[in-house]
């Protein structure tokens, strides 16, 4: 173990699979429609992996994306963070299976469960483990498959949710880029946003499933608010832990739930909103991969240049919430 150290995003990618569902295509599975969903959500289609695809094909290809970006091979990693609700099995951890399908063997692997807020999280526990000295490159990925954990007849969670991930390769540096973590949780009531059916609480059972209960279930109008009081929380005590005001932030890289939560987050923080970097048209929420997966997109629409100020925010299951400031 060395002393502490810096930490920088040496690469960035992400990967989501072709299938689409629009919201077309939800209209004629159930009672909805596009301007519901819109005018609601923000949302107008979601990516779906194809029957037989799992959480670590997509978090392999972001992978594979991000360290070819860092400029080092997977023999470079000392560990491998995979942040997912959705992983291939119940265990292993889905990171040990990335880490063997990038070919390395004997290196530290592990998942971080803590849903929406998974990818922030992930990064904050990467970054302390380079800047402590441990290790000087970690592999981060934020990879979801939720097709395999919704219900299609459930018109209030069927519309939210698709698949996808996104990585970053985290690695020493002299300069440091990490410059505030907060994260917070409260699990006064696990039934706000859960999976009811598969844990010890309550055994998989056939009328379960038949029922939905191996499924996202979500009281959403409930947990609105606590998301948008608790991201500009997050925000304040970043910006504040590191003596920055929100005129320092250059892009503001949120979980993608809501286009409406985030444009009151937005406003509470006032930011404007060209600051803001919003990509769930498209995608929906894709859980611990949403912020991967936009913060790779901000960088390749060159929105991230060196020097820039980012500000990760996240919201979701636990109720678990979280928010990193980062100089790029
Ligand atoms: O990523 C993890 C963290 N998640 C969040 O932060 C999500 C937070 N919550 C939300 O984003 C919103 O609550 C939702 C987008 C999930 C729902 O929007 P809402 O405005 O809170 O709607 P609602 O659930 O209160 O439902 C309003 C109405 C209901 O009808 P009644 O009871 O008013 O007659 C629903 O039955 O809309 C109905 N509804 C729908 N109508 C058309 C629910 N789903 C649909 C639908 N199409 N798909």
């Known amino acids: 173990m060395g002393s502490l150290a810096g930490v920088r995003i040496a690469g960035v990618g992400h990967y989501t699979p072709p299938g689409i569902l629009t919201n077309a295509d939800l209209e004629r599975m159930f009672a909805t429609n596009d301007e519901w969903i819109v005018s609601r959500t923000g ?37 491998v963070i995979v942040a997912t609700v959705s992983g291939d099995y119940q265990f292993p951890a889905t990171a040990c ?22 990818f922030v999280y992930s990064l904050t526990v990467g970054s302390a483990l380079v800047r402590s000295g441990m290790y000087q490159r970690v592999l981060v990925v934020g990879a979801e498959k939720l097709s395999s954990i919704t219900d299609y007849a459930d ?49 998989t ?26 991201m500009v929380g997050a925000a304040k005590s970043v910006l504040a ?26 406003k509470y923080l006032e930011v404007p909103s060209e600051k803001v970097f ?21 960088w390749e629409a060159g929105r991230i240049a060196p020097g820039s100020h980012v500000l990760f925010l996240s919201f979701g299951g636990g109720l678990s919430w979280g928010a990193v400031l980062w100089k790029w």
């Open 205 to 230: 059972t056939t009328e379960g499933y038949a029922s939905g209960k191996f499924a996202i279930k979500m009281r959403g109008r409930e947990i609105y608010k606590n998301a948008v009081e608790e």
């Open 278 to 298: 919003l990509n769930i048209a498209k995608y929906g929420n894709t859980s611990a991969a949403s912020v991967g997966i936009a913060l790779s997109e901000a």
């Open 155 to 203: 018109r209030s969670t069927a519309i939210l949710f698709g698949d996808g991930a996104g990585a970053i390769v985290l690695e020493a540096s002299d300069v440091d880029s990490y410059l505030a973590s907060h994260l917070g949780t409260d699990g006064a009531d696990p039934t706000r946003l859960f999976i009811e059916e598969g844990g010890s609480a309550h055994a």
């Open 97 to 118: 299976i990335l880490a063997h399908r990038l070919g390395i063997r004997g290196k530290t692997a592990f998942d971080i469960e803590i849903a929406c807020s998974g």
């Open 43 to 79: 949302i107008k289609e979601r990516r779906i992996g194809a029957p037989g695809t799992v959480t670590s094909d997509f978090a392999f290809a972001a992978a594979q994306v991000a360290l070819e970006r860092a400029g080092i091979t997977p023999a470079d990693l000392d560990a």
């Open 241 to 266: 832990g590191a003596n920055m005001t929100v005129a320092d932030v250059d892009i503001v890289v949120p979980h993608q739930a809501n286009a409406r939560i985030i444009d009151s987050v937005a």
